[in-house]
Structure formats: C-alpha cells, structure tokens
C-alpha cells in the first residue's frame, strides 16, 4: 500500500490515511462486539499496529529530513559553485529558468530584477534585446534558433565590454547558457588590426614610393589623397603643387599655366570622369606639351575615389611611330613587290600554259608513239618472224653446200636486227607512262637461268668462251618478259666482252628472304670513269671493240629493275673482269612449274611425224612456217584464220595433233577463238601453242586457264620443237583408253 520510491512526504500523508482508517475500524468492532474480551483483543491489536505504524513514520520522518537537508547542502555547494565560475551559467529545464549564478543574473543591471527562476528562454533573449546595456548582437537571435543544438552570439555591452553568448542542449533536452566575456580578446585584435593597417600603409606608400610609374588617388570630390615622387617628377610638379586637398581642376590649370599640357585637356576632365564613373576604368594615351607622352590609366576605388596612374611610354611612342613608319614604307615597298610579282606570276602562268601545252604535246607524241610501237611491233615482227623460219629452212637445205656459209652471215644479221628492234621496243614500253608496261607474276628463276642457258650457250662455243650456270630453284616475282631479256642482255654482255678461252658464270646466291642473280665474266672489265654512265642508254665502255654494239642492253636492265623495284649494281676491275648483280625477294619454293621444263629441252632427231594446223593471218609467216614444220617432217595444215582452220579440221575428220596459232588474226578474229572452236568441234583438249608479238599478262593468264602455252614472236626454233613434242606426247598419255567397270560387269572406254 506504500510505496517505498515515492517521497517521503507522500508516504507519511499515505501512513496517516491507514492509521486514521484503522482506528475507526476498531471503533466500529467495539460498537458491533458483544463481548468484552473481543473489545479488548481488538484495542490490543489496534495499540500494536498503531505502535508499528509510528515506528515507520518516524523513520520515514527522519529519513525525509535527512533527504531535505542533503538537497539543501548540495543547492549551496551548487551556488557556491556557481558563483565561483568566473562566466556566467544558466540551467532552463523544459525552457524555464532553473538556476543560474550571479554573474549571470546581474550581467544586465537595468533587466536583472527580472532574470529569476521560471524566467522563459524566448523571454530572456526578448530582455537581451531591450537592454540598454546591450549596444549590438553580430547576428539576430529568430525563433529556430531556441529548438537548434548549439548558438553562439557575440554581445557588445556598454563600456567596451564584450561577451560570447553560447547555448548548448543536454541529453535530456534542457538547454545550459554560458556567457564569457571576451572583451580582452576583442582588444587585443583591434590594437593588432591597428598596427597592421599601420604596417599597410607604411607598406603601400613604400610601394608607391618604388613604382615606376607616376601614382595619385583622388576623394570622390577630386582631391588629392595621396601620391608618389614618380607622379611628380614625371610631370615636373615642385612638392608644394601636389598636397593633400589640392583638387583635379586646379592641378589641371597649373599644368595648363606650365605648359605641361594643352588647354583642351581641361575641358575633356568632366568626360573622363563621366566615363570612369559609367565604366569603372579609363584608359588614353595623351601628349604633354614638353613632347611627352603619357599612357594615363584611372579605375574607381572602393570609397567612390580614384586612383591615376601614369607611364612615361615617350620612348615607345617614338619606336611605335618609327615602326609605323617603316611598315607605311615596307607596304609601300611590298606593294611595288606585289605588283612586279604580280607580272611575274602573270608570265610565269603564260609559260606554265604554253608548257602545259608542250607538255600535253609531247604526251601526245608519246602516247602516238607508244601506240604506233604497239601496233607496229607485231607487223615489224612479222616479217623478221618469217625471215627466221626461212632462214632456219635455208639452212637446213643448204648445209654442206657453199651456200652454208653465207646462210649463216643471214642468220647472224637477222640476229642483230632482232635484237635491236627488241631493245627499242623494250625502251619504248618501259619509257611509256603505262602502268601495264610491266606486269610482276610469280616465276621459277631455275627456269628462266635454265632457258637463258641453252639459247646462249651456241653464241659462246661460237666465241669460244666457257659459260657455266649454277642451277637453283628459287621464286621470285617479276616480270616474265623484262627479267628473261635483262638476263639474256647481262649474260650476252658478259660473252661478247670476254676473249676466247674466257669464262662466264652466272647463277644464283640466297641472301636471307632475298636472292641474288649474279653474272661473273673475266672479261675486259669497266674503267672507273666509264662505271658512272654503263646503265645509259646508247652509253659504250672506252675499252669495247668497234661494232660490238649499240649500248642499249644495260639501259634496258636498269629501266626494267627500276620498274620491277629490284636492286641493281656491278663491280668491275680493268683487265680483270666483272659482275653484274639483281637482288629480288624471295617468295618460296611451293609453286608447280606451268610446264616441265626437263621434258622440253631437247628435241629428238626423228621426223615430226604429226598434224599440225597453222593458224595465221600473215602469208610469208604462214607460208614459212609451214616450210619449217613440213621440213622437220610434220603433216601441216596452213589456215588463215578460224573458219578456215575448221573447215579442214571437217574436211580431216579428226583432230590436229597439235595447233599453232596467232593471236591478232583479221577482221576481230582471234587465236583464242580458233583454239576453242577446234576443241569444241573435236570435243578433244586438241594441244596448242599460240606465237605471238603480244605479251600482255592478261595473255599468259589466258593460256594457264585454257591449257595452251604463250612463245612470243621471233619464235625460237630450238625450243618450238621440243616443245610441240612435249605437248603431244603429254596429251597422248592423257587420252589412253581406260576401263571402268559398272556393276552389270560391262566396261567403258573413257576418252
């Protein structure tokens, strides 16, 4: 029924409630008992619960007191402490003032009366604010700032006195007021701004003193605030013209009256001033009157003064003027310039013009004369073609008879006319601005030594010179024509410079992922002042025979290299000899030969015993290829162009053995067309062989995809005939009767 955690007052006011309860209890049992005995027990009861509940409010008196007067000794020992404090310390519990110390209460005399316990919090700062001993606040106190966690508020107080404001919340939500006076601190800082100010003026003017410019501030009203010796001594002022007061105007006027400057300056003063005021800054270049110039610069100041700042820039004025005019005089002089190059400009595009139209002409000339060479060359190597075969026909009938010797000389000549024509044509194409005059493919170099070779190797017995070659069987790209010819020229070179009994050797050299051809004779050899000139045209060593050439077979070698991107050079010893080198890269061993060049070198001594169809449009070439076959034993049938050449292939009944054919026939006919159309009438891959003064690439890839071989016109007898009967015995082998058996067990003959 009591509970011991309530205070002591309320359990005694409680205790005497169940005292008071109790007695009128027994009371009531006394009035109610009937017998004396009952009454009796019922007060000795009533006396000892009486007796036990005295007991306990005696304790609980002297406990409360106890309590009361421990309260009361620690409020004094917080007073004390309190007071002790040398700042003043306030406590608001639920936003109410619970305590606070002296120095607190009494910090504001006129409103101290007022600043007791139950004081609000919002109400004390109300009474900060109507103080009149409070001059200011660094900050106005708004109605937040009462629920934030923390305020500091700087109070200036009467007498220069100074105090920090702090309020800070405890955990359980009251808020703690801690007023420190700073007046002190503020002090020191403004004695410390003082002297610093102090220190930046002494600084300043110190700056003033050591700029090299002139340096004056004006009031706001165009007074004189403060300036430097540049200032003065720029404009030759004495010390007592330019003192603190002395306004704009009349500075003005004594510069005017010294004749420092012109009198239209002063009327220009109010716009400067109107256009310092509109902008902010001014700037102009203005001309005293001792020939001086100023660069004269004015911006505002903070306070609505000025600030004028002069440079003495006479010394860049004059440099600036000086420079202004040399440029007049340079344009002047650059414009004349411009005029005579104008003229210049003018004759060199009339000779541009007429050198464009020289040149157009002579591209012209080129063009016709890479034109009128391509269609000359099968027509001029016609005849020499069928001059060949009837020549080699000659010599064959006449071997052994007096006639054989001068046969040989017509050989010989025809020889020289052949090679000539080709060293012209060849300079022709390569000299041409066609980007088809050389066309790179993939060649076997073992071939092409090998071919090189046997063509050659009759001109050195004649010579009586050795020649040796070093087989090898690298792959190069190039062009077919152009590297077989710059081979034959070096090697023929190489025979024709080197005296009976000599040598000659030529081969191949691997160097890495490129190769070397090299040609080594012991020759004559090459003088150092004949080295510089060897690879021009028509250009002959000082040491060289008379009619041993024309100089042309090392231009052709240069020219083709450079077109093929090969490297080419020689070194030579006088009386020794000499070696020619071409360096290609290599491109590997890995591609078949179109044909075996084994099985076409040499050529049987039997008859030609085949039919061979002739297709040429060309009479005497006709005529003495015919002779040539039919005189190595061949049945021949001679056509002039394909319709002809079928006709007899029906009239025939089978096909030709083997087909020799043109390339340019009359009237759009074609050698290609003739070798389809007998293969498609035969229904037989008959063997073919097209001679012809063409050698376009397009033509070689032609005869690799319809299976004929390309020799280009003057023919070389030595190797038509092997080769015709490489490529029918080739085709014989392939056209054997086979059998197949199906499954019925019957066989078939497979053509």
Not at 24 to 48: D, H, K, M, P
Not at 110 to 123: F, H
Not at 220 to 235: C, K, S, Y
Not at 403 to 421: D, N, P, V
Request: hydrophobic content about 40%; glycine content about 6%.
């Amino acid at each position: 029924m009591i509970d011991a955690t309530e205070a002591p007052e309320i359990q005694v006011e409680r205790q005497s409630k169940i005292i008071a309860a109790l007695v009128r209890r027994a009371t009531r049992q006394n009035e109610v008992g009937t017998t004396a005995y009952s009454a009796f027990q019922s007060a000795i009861e009533l006396q000892a619960q009486v007796a036990a509940k005295t007991r306990d409010l005696e304790r609980a008196a002297t406990e409360l007191e106890s309590v009361r007067f421990e309260r009361e000794r620690t409020r004094r020992n917080l007073d004390e402490a309190l007071s002790a404090m040398g700042d003043g310390l306030a406590l608001f519990t639920d936003k109410r003032l619970d305590i606070c110390n002296d120095l607190f209460q009494h910090l504001l005399g006129d409103v101290s009366d007022r600043v007791r316990p139950g004081l609000g919090l919002t109400e004390y700062f109300d009474l900060l604010a109507q103080s009149e001993l409070v001059l200011s606040l660094d900050r106005k106190i708004q109605p937040a700032d009462m629920t934030a966690p923390t305020l500091s508020v700087v109070i200036e107080l009467t007498k220069d006195r100074w105090y920090r404001l702090n309020m800070e919340r405890t955990s359980a939500g009251n808020r703690i007021l801690l007023l420190t006076e700073i007046t002190s601190i503020v002090r020191q800082n403004r004695v410390e701004k003082e002297r610093l100010i102090d220190r930046q003026a002494d600084y300043l003017q110190a700056v003033f003193e050591n700029m090299t410019s002139g340096v004056c501030t004006f009031s706001p009203t165009g007074e004189v605030m403060m300036h430097n010796l540049q200032f003065r001594q720029l404009l030759g002022l004495p010390y007592t013209a330019v003192q603190k007061g002395m306004t704009l105007h009349r500075l003005l006027e004594f510069l005017t009256q010294r004749g420092l400057i012109a009198d239209a300056s002063l009327a220009l003063v109010d716009k400067w001033q109107a256009r310092l005021l509109r902008s902010g800054r001014f700037r102009r270049r203005v001309r005293s009157g001792t020939d001086k110039v100023f660069d004269l610069q004015a911006n505002m100041l903070p306070d609505g003064g000025f600030l004028v700042e002069l440079k003495d820039v006479t010394l860049e004025a004059r440099a600036t003027e000086m420079l202004e005019n040399r440029v007049q005089e340079r344009t002047a002089e650059l414009t004349r310039t411009n005029l005579r190059l104008t003229e210049q400009y003018e004759e060199k595009a009339r000779v541009e013009e007429e050198l464009r139209l020289a040149k157009e002409r002579a591209e012209a000339a080129v063009s016709s004369k890479t034109r009128f060479l391509a269609a000359a060359s099968h027509d001029l190597l016609q005849p020499i073609n069928a001059a060949k075969l009837l020549i080699a026909t000659l010599q064959q009938n006449t071997a052994g008879s007096p006639h054989a010797a001068q046969t040989e000389r017509l050989k010989g000549a025809f020889t020289s006319i052949e090679q000539l024509l080709h060293a012209l044509l060849d300079i022709s194409r390569l000299d041409s601005n066609d980007p088809d005059a050389v066309t790179p493919s993939i060649l076997n170099l073992g071939n092409i030594l090998q071919g090189v070779f046997e063509d050659q190797s009759p001109l050195a017995d004649q010579k009586g010179v050795r020649l040796e070659m070093v087989p090898c069987r690298c792959y190069v790209r190039s062009d077919p024509v152009y590297l077989l010819r710059s081979i034959q020229n070096l090697v023929v070179n190489a025979i024709q410079y080197t005296d009976p009994g000599g040598k000659v050797l030529f081969g191949c050299r691997r160097r890495g992922d490129k190769v070397e051809l090299q040609v080594w004779d012991t020759g004559i050899g090459i003088d150092e002042e004949d080295k510089s000139r060897i690879f021009e045209e028509f250009a002959r060593a000082g040491n060289v025979p008379v009619g041993s050439g024309v100089g042309l077979g090392l231009s052709i070698v240069e020219r083709t290299c450079r077109h093929l991107g090969h490297r080419l050079w020689m070194s030579s010893e006088l009386g020794v000899g000499s070696v020619f080198c071409v360096e290609m890269d290599l491109v590997g061993d890995h591609i078949d030969d179109v044909e075996p060049v084994e099985a076409v070198r040499h050529a049987s001594d039997l008859p030609l015993d085949h039919i061979a169809l002739v297709v040429e449009n060309d009479a005497d070439v006709l005529f003495a290829t015919t002779q040539t076959l039919q005189g190595w034993g061949a049945s021949v049938l001679p056509a002039a162009s394909t319709e002809e050449a079928l006709s007899f292939v029906r009239d025939m009944g089978i096909p030709p053995d083997i087909m020799l054919v043109d390339f340019q026939l009359d009237n759009g006919d074609t050698g290609l067309r003739a070798i389809e159309a007998i293969r498609g009438l035969t229904g037989t891959n008959v063997p073919a062989i097209m001679i012809t003064a063409d050698r376009r690439e397009s033509l070689l890839r032609a005869g690799q995809q319809m299976d004929f071989t390309v020799m280009t016109k003057p023919v070389q007898l030595s190797r038509l005939r092997p080769l015709i009967e490489w490529k029918v015995q080739a085709h014989a082998s392939a056209v054997q009767p086979k059998v197949a058996h199906d499954t019925a067990g019957q066989g078939h003959t497979l053509g």
